[in-house]
């Protein structure tokens, strides 16, 4: 019998989590659009290192 992977992933979670709560803190600290559309793309790319590095080789 071969063993399937769950192919249920929800790395997407991360992603969605960074990019949200990126524009958030940075609409709370400045309150400028600028800053909250900045602050998002960081709270991803931020979210999308820590998926790639640490969560990448997790067993569940």
Not at 42 to 57: E, M, N, P, R, S
């Amino acid at each position: 019998m071969i063993k399937e992977e769950n192919s249920k992933s929800f790395d997407w979670v991360y992603s969605i989590l960074g990019l949200f709560f990126g524009g958030f803190t940075g609409a709370v600290i400045s309150g400028s659009f600028g800053w909250t559309i900045l602050s998002a793309i960081i709270g991803y790319l931020i979210a999308v290192w820590f998926l790639y590095t640490l969560v990448k080789g997790r067993k569940y």
